[in-house]
Nanobody
Framework: QVQLVESGGGLVQAGGSLRLSCAAS????????MGWFRQAPGKERELVAA????????YYADSVKGRCTISRDNVKNTVYLQMNSLKPEDTAVYYC????????????????WGQGTQVTVSS
């Protein structure tokens, strides 16, 4: 079992930056792939970025490539999402998720979820 707690969301102007953090409980954090998803009002939840258990592979949605960086610290049991050059269309609730070892795009195949943190980008 993994419990996830996100932090770092907030209100930012377009062009600004935010760093989201997701703290995980449990001794086996290093065995899990971690992902950041987002869900805007009226839209489906989508995978934004993900990283494998050993950080050997990272995935980014086309909409955030070049603007976001996912990283993890397996000592601190934390995964981060650095978001730069934010746009109003990045406004959403951002969720952290975990699954064993590998990254998949399918939202339904992720096992553990955090409560989410709101990111609002004003124009």
């Amino acid at each position: 079992q993994v419990q996830l707690v996100e932090s770092g969301g907030g209100l930012v102007q377009a062009g600004g930056s935010l760093r989201l953090s997701c703290a995980a409980s449990g001794r086996t954090f290093s065995r899990y792939a971690m992902g950041w998803f987002r869900q805007a009002p009226g839209k489906e939840r989508e995978l934004v970025a993900a990283i494998t258990w050993n950080a050997g592979f990272t995935y980014y949605a086309d909409s955030v490539k070049g603007r976001c960086t996912i990283s993890r610290d397996n000592v601190k049991n934390t995964v981060y999402l650095q978001m730069n050059s934010l746009k109003p269309e990045d406004t959403a609730v951002y969720y952290c998720a975990a699954r064993s070892y590998t990254v998949v795009v399918d939202t339904t195949l992720w096992d553990f979820w955090g409560q989410g943190t709101q990111v609002t980008v004003s124009s």
